[in-house]
């Protein structure tokens, strides 16, 4: 890909996010009449509903349930104005319940690995769920995405969307403190899906949260993604050991194949002979961005599906991205379209503070201390042309 085509992707979402910013004074005649709909989706088998709800703001479409705050599907038109589903899933709760691939869920109390399931924090080791090898996964065998949420839906100046909520309590999965969490789900007048999320704490914890949607810009079902083209405006990463924990370094991408930062076909390198690919049977690392931590949304990330002309840039105020390329999807799971998923057919950006920080005092801290309020954001724009 040449410089011209970096140079467009990278000022598109510049302009995606400036553009999402101005919708706003607009976006209440834009959402009138777009109240979410709330239906029955199932039971869990204690008998506790799960409710399903439908936004719709114009040019997105989006269905949320309140078990794991699960995106159960996004619809965005493509360059015909097609709509279609751009995001792996179930369509039936007794799937999610039994899935540990985590489609479309929110992850806490910590997105991505804790090395032994254990950390110290003032002077005290705290042992948590260990439900990947021997290493805590995205929150442990009973992450966020394996609760229900309290839901409230909206419509307001700035769109259209849910306000989610979940009460931690001390010591679940072995995290201290009782983690008060609120992550809200917009859909802004144009048509972004930005997420909001915000939590306390009663006493000192760690606290690394995200959504964990799997994206196919060609539509959920119809095969992989290797054929996406992505930039990433990132001039280094995490390596890991052999169990996906980062080994502390920031690797330089130049001259390997994790370089993103000029667009490239997600396949072009993906088979390549490198050590760090081949123990992860793909891409699955953390991306440290060149923005940094920021007080706003800066956009990082475009994802493009030439068949379809459909993108999506992504905008954040985290210093990384976890890029998965679905390499554990084995043909095991049939999705919503009755298609099953194999390796590669779905891929996620999960924005986030870096896996093991808290075992790696030179990462960017993770720690949350009573008084203080951890605030993340992260802005999705799509487009098709």
């Given at each position: 890909m040449d410089t011209t085509r970096r140079t467009v992707l990278v000022a598109g979402a510049t302009a995606g996010l400036t553009a999402a910013?101005?919708?706003?004074?607009?976006?209440?005649?834009?959402?009138?009449?777009?109240?979410?709909?709330?239906?029955?989706?199932?039971?869990?088998?204690?008998?506790?509903?799960?409710?399903?709800?439908?936004?719709?703001?114009?040019?997105?479409?989006?269905?949320?349930?309140?078990?794991?705050?699960?995106?159960?599907?996004?619809?965005?038109?493509?360059?015909?104005?097609?709509?279609?589903?751009?995001?792996?899933?179930?369509?039936?709760?007794?799937?999610?319940?039994?899935?540990?691939?985590?489609?479309?869920?929110?992850?806490?109390?910590?997105?991505?690995?804790?090395?032994?399931?254990?950390?110290?924090?003032?002077?005290?080791?705290h042992q948590l769920s260990v439900n990947d090898g021997s290493n805590s996964l995205h929150g442990g065998a009973r992450g966020f995405d394996k609760r229900v949420w309290d839901v409230e839906p909206f419509v307001d100046s700035t769109g259209v969307g849910l306000v989610l909520r979940y009460v931690?309590?001390?010591?679940?999965?072995?995290?201290?403190?009782?983690?008060?969490?609120?992550?809200?789900?917009?859909?802004?007048?144009?048509?972004?899906?930005?997420?909001?999320?915000?939590?306390?704490?009663?006493?000192?914890?760690v606290v690394n949260l995200t959504n964990h949607t799997y994206y196919n810009l060609a539509g959920e079902g119809s095969g992989d993604i290797l054929g996406h083209e992505l930039l990433l405006a990132a001039s280094r990463?995490?390596?890991?050991?052999?169990?996906?924990?980062?080994?502390?370094?920031?690797?330089?991408?130049?001259?390997?194949?994790?370089?993103?930062?000029?667009?490239?076909?997600?396949?072009?390198?993906?088979?390549?002979a490198h050590r760090q690919l081949v123990t992860a049977k793909g891409y699955d690392h953390n991306w440290a961005l060149d923005k940094g931590i920021t007080d706003r949304p800066e956009p990082f990330a475009a994802l493009r599906d030439a068949?379809?002309?459909?993108?999506?840039?992504?905008?954040?105020?985290?210093?990384?991205?976890?890029?998965y390329s679905g390499n554990f999807l084995d043909g095991s799971l049939t999705g919503s379209?009755?298609?099953?998923?194999?390796?590669?057919?779905?891929?996620?950006?999960?924005?986030?503070?870096?896996?093991?920080?808290?075992?790696?005092?030179?990462?960017?801290?993770?720690?949350?201390r009573p008084g203080d309020t951890y605030r993340s954001s992260t802005v999705h724009s799509f487009s098709a042309r």
């Open positions: 910013s101005a919708a706003t004074s607009h976006a209440s005649t834009a959402t009138a009449g777009r109240r979410p709909v709330k239906e029955l989706f199932g039971k869990l088998p204690d008998g506790t509903r799960v409710y399903r709800w439908t936004l719709h703001n114009g040019s997105t479409r989006m269905k949320v349930i309140s078990y794991g705050g699960i995106v159960q599907s996004l619809e965005i038109p493509d360059r015909h104005g097609r709509y279609i589903n751009v995001s792996l899933g179930f369509d039936n709760l007794d799937d999610y319940l039994t899935a540990t691939t985590f489609f479309g869920a929110l992850i806490g109390r910590y997105g991505n690995r804790i090395a032994g399931g254990r950390f110290t924090l003032d002077g005290a080791v931690s309590g001390d010591g679940e999965m072995g995290y201290p403190g009782t983690l008060r969490v609120k992550v809200t789900y917009t859909l802004t007048a144009r048509g972004d899906w930005r997420i909001d999320y915000a939590a306390t704490t009663d006493r000192a914890t990463y995490t390596p890991t050991d052999a169990t996906l924990i980062p080994t502390g370094e920031l690797a330089g991408v130049t001259g390997t194949p994790f370089d993103f930062r000029r667009s490239k076909i997600i396949g072009e390198d993906i088979r390549a068949g379809s002309g459909r993108t999506m840039r992504i905008a954040t105020t985290e210093p990384g991205v976890q890029f379209s009755g298609r099953t998923y194999r390796q590669g057919d779905g891929m996620c950006l999960e924005t986030q503070h870096f896996p093991d920080s808290p075992n790696q005092p030179s990462f960017p801290s993770t720690v949350l």
